[in-house]
């Protein structure tokens, strides 16, 4: 995910698509976490329906006001104006030319406007998308009808050694199914039950 997300100036767009039970949620706020030193901004919005995305984007213009009260687009946009101008004033601000290296989480992308898709509260991305091809883009979905980037398919762990190369990958040592990595687990399960709390003074 992190190699499909390094951006060359253009957008860079990755889809987490599982059916449910997964937690895609969870892995991309993962990745935020682990790579935010490599962004101007991490904005997240909740893309479930037209209402939570617009209060997202409203929640988001807050946050870019106090970061960054400067930015033109959003401190020009009046705080009691309709969502509709919010949305269109973070869009501007992401299309800045010198605004490149943000990314954007859309959560919850689980009912897209596609063909087939006659449910009227579908929500079409591409009018929340900034018109510049720029930053970097992920999208959780449980739909299989999201065809805006890369796909990566989020599955279950099939083996104990599916789990020993994810720990192993985040954690930079190197781990196998074996005495190693039991004895591993169980350091780390007695620190955590043996550390006590610091005192305060």
Do not use: C
């Not at 997300?5 to 957008?11: F, H, M, Y």
């Not at 705080?79 to 954007?104: C, G, H, M």
């Not at 992920?138 to 599955?155: A, D, E």
């Amino acid at each position: 995910m992190r190699a499909a997300l390094v951006s060359d100036g253009s957008r860079r767009t990755v889809i987490l698509n599982e059916s449910g039970g997964i937690r895609k949620t969870q892995l991309a706020v993962t990745y935020a976490k682990q790579h935010k030193e490599s962004y101007s901004a991490v904005i997240w919005l909740n893309i479930r329906d037209e209402a939570r995305v617009k209060q997202s984007f409203a929640i988001t213009a807050e946050r870019i006001l106090r970061y960054r009260p400067s930015a033109s687009y959003v401190s020009s946009a009046d705080p009691s104006s309709s969502l509709d101008d919010i949305v269109k004033a973070v869009l501007a601000w992401l299309s800045e030319s010198d605004n490149n290296r943000w990314l954007a989480i859309y959560d919850n992308y689980d009912d897209p406007r596609a063909p087939g898709n006659n449910d009227p509260d579908a929500v079409d991305i591409q009018r929340f998308l900034p018109d510049a091809y720029q930053g970097s883009v992920i999208v959780t979905t449980r739909s299989s009808q999201v065809k805006h980037g890369q796909k990566n398919p989020v599955r279950k762990l099939k083996s104990m050694q599916d789990g020993v190369d994810v720990l192993s990958d985040v954690s930079g040592k190197a781990y196998s199914v074996d005495g190693e990595f039991a004895l591993a687990v169980l350091t780390h399960r007695y620190q955590t039950l043996t550390r006590r709390p610091s005192s305060k003074g």
